[in-house]
């Protein structure tokens, strides 16, 4: 059964997705020289934005989560959700290569969180 604490904890895998993309499109020097030349501000400024709101979310929604699962499962789970996340988005939105062998080893992180949810505590 799905409680609202596991609700919680995928929406912050999720965030926390969001977090990293917006963390490796941040640039502060742009985001500076935009802010002195009063230029392309909105365009520069995006991705700090992002990362403050998805890491905001991500940090309340982990929060609310952690108060229910115990703080192991849910740290494990939230990394590793995440990770397949981040890998999914690699792949099939910025076409970064994968092969077989990685494959497997997050269909093994996959099998290991349906296993931690399946067998917590919480």
């Known amino acids: ?10 929406a912050a895998a999720i965030f926390e997705t969001g977090w990293t993309y917006a963390l490796k499109f941040l640039s502060f020097s742009d985001l500076k ?3 002195s030349l009063q230029e392309n501000l909105g365009k520069a400024s995006l991705p700090f934005i992002a990362y403050v709101l998805f890491g905001g979310a991500n940090i309340y929604c982990l929060s609310e989560a952690l108060k229910e699962i115990p703080t192991a499962t849910a740290i494990a789970i939230w990394t590793a959700v995440s990770l397949v996340l981040i890998k999914i988005c690699d792949v099939y939105y910025f076409k970064i290569p994968t092969n077989y062998p990685e494959l497997v080893f997050m269909a093994l ?9 399946q067998y917590s505590a919480s």
């Open 1 to 10: 059964m799905m409680t609202k604490a596991w609700v919680f904890l995928y």
């Open 33 to 35: 020289t935009a802010w």
């Open 109 to 117: 992180i996959v099998i290991g969180i349906i296993g931690m949810k």
